[in-house]
């Protein structure tokens, strides 16, 4: 029995010392690793701490300056001014009177103040176109002044001024000269709003004439 406690003590010491020698090992370890790495760390902290001067600039290249252009100056050719364009004169008159009688033709002569319906050689040169609206406006007239019974004795004389358009019909009217009589003067109004002559005033007529209808 005493020599097998020998041996179990023996063992025990052996372990004992087994298990000492491991943890001085494993902090012999440690402390290396701490040690160690502690001065890695700072190395690398000091590496960082370290700044990079910039490169010195290029050298600076002077660049010549660009040939000067020599500009040559045209000359100008002053061109002469034009002639101002007369201004449009205004639209001729036709001066007309117009006399009428109920049932009757008007009457068309050259009015003064106005261009004459007679040429130099004794022929119209708007005749038959004056002929033809003052026959159309005299029936007119006369019908509506039969349709409103009349007109007292007398003679009324209305004198307007009218403004044809290409296709003869009448554009403006105004009456410039009253007779006095408000009928005849309605009747001329009436007849003028509607007017249409069948043909187109010719080329080179005036389209603003004044009329008088006598009555």
Known sequence: MSELKKKNAKKQKAL???????????VAVLVFSVFFTGKVDQRKKEIQMITLLPPPPPPKVDIPPPPKVEE?????????????????????????????????????????GGQGLIGGQGGSIYGWYTNLLS???????NEIIRKEGGLPDGKWRTVVKIELDVSGKIKN????????????????????????VNEPPPPGMPRIMKLSFTI
Do not use: Y
């Open 16 to 26: 004992i010392a087994s298990v000492v020698g491991v943890f001085a090992l494993c």
């Open 72 to 112: 040559k100056i045209e000359e100008q050719i002053q061109e002469p001014d034009e002639p101002e364009q007369e201004a449009e004169a205004p639209p001729q008159e036709l001066g007309v009177d117009a006399e009428a009688g109920l049932g009757d033709d008007f009457g068309l002569k050259a009015r003064k």
């Open 173 to 196: 009217f105004s009456i410039i000269g009253s007779s006095g009589n408000q009928k005849m003067d309605a009747a001329v109004n009436k007849a003028l709003a509607s007017a249409q």
């Open 135 to 141: 026959t159309d406006l005299q029936k007119m007239v």
